[in-house]
């Protein structure tokens, strides 16, 4: 329970304030195209795989995946396997999964996910070596290099010839939320970690496994923040060292609201500067909530929720974004409805609101949702 404690804090609070900032449900009168809906109508009469879109794009769409559902829930593994072309587990490569106990490894659950994306021609992320929650409690923040250097030996060890596993997240969230939480004003690290452990830690992974694409994974970037800057110098300090750093993962937990604007043009900003570093933006963790005032009914809520989706797409793949992989691939599994996690102001103590939590592409029946229909187009509009 502590730990579910820091977690809500954390999400509710941090995380998820740090994405106020944003929204672009206002409406943009200057714009005359076809609206969403006319063209989401048109994507239920196909329903085309979500894979097989993002391909004929040289693009690749999945989601975060759980190996005890994948297991015990043919459904939801057939959905998976006819959708996914990538996916990430959701908490099987973290090191309180894999290296419970110090110096002792274990891949069970994470093995079960490269079974079935060898089954099924899935890529796997690896996410992640390196964060201060998905650590067991032996485990100090940050870790000593020889703890890393263990760590990394052990599980990238265990991957290394993985024919699936194409990616790791390096790190995962090592930026502070804003300035009170660091001691390293330029590059903005949570408290304790130094750039030169990070620029370490990057060296020993590609000692291990250098045939992997390599990553920094934050939240709270998608538009000119203090964050975003920090994370922009973080990237720009791993590439002078000489390390080997090919992409930036832009998670994208969204909230949207017709009260406040999305920053479009930081978060464009952003996508270039990494693309000039050639450090390749990929959407890493992507649901969608709309936040207050909401709509009077569920039907408006999934369409506001599609329209985000496919204008938040549009932008990231006229940016050449390649890589799109949501928190999940159904309402039924998200982590935003768990009691513990439930998210900020709007939600926490209103239960008579989280019927309003619908981020992903699915709902809880496992049926498409206009979000689906969405997503699908902004593949096919992508060039
Ligand atoms: O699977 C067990 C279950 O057997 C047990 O009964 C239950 C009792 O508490 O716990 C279940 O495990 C939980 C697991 O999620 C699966 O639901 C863990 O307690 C819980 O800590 C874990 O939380 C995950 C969290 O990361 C911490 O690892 C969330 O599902 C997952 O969505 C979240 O993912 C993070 C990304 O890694 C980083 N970015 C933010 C994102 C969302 O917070």
Redesign the pocket.
Known sequence: MP??RK?LTR?GYTTLSALLTMGFLQKDKQKEEPSAKELVLNYTAKNYPLRELAAAKGKRYGA?I?S?ILLKDKDYANLIARECSIVTP??EL?WNATEPQQGLFTFESADAIANFCQKHNIDMHG??LF?H??KPDWLPYPPTLKMIERHVKGVMGHYRNSKVLKSWDIA??IIADNENETDNPTYGLRKGVKPELIRDLFLIAASVDNSKEFYLND?GIEGATWKSERFLKMVEYLKNSGVKIDGAGI?S?LWFSTAYSFDEKGFNSVLKRLNDLEVKPIIT?LDIIIDAPLPDSIEKLDQMIADSYKRYLDLCFAAKVDTVIT?GLTDRHT?IRHPD?MPGKTFRDNPNLWKFLRPLPFDEKFQPKPAYNAIAQAFEQAT
């Open positions: 730990y579910r977690f999400a975060a759980s005890d959701n908490g973290k996410h992640t964060w929650m998905g995962n969230e939240f998670q937990h963790e928190w982590w996690w």
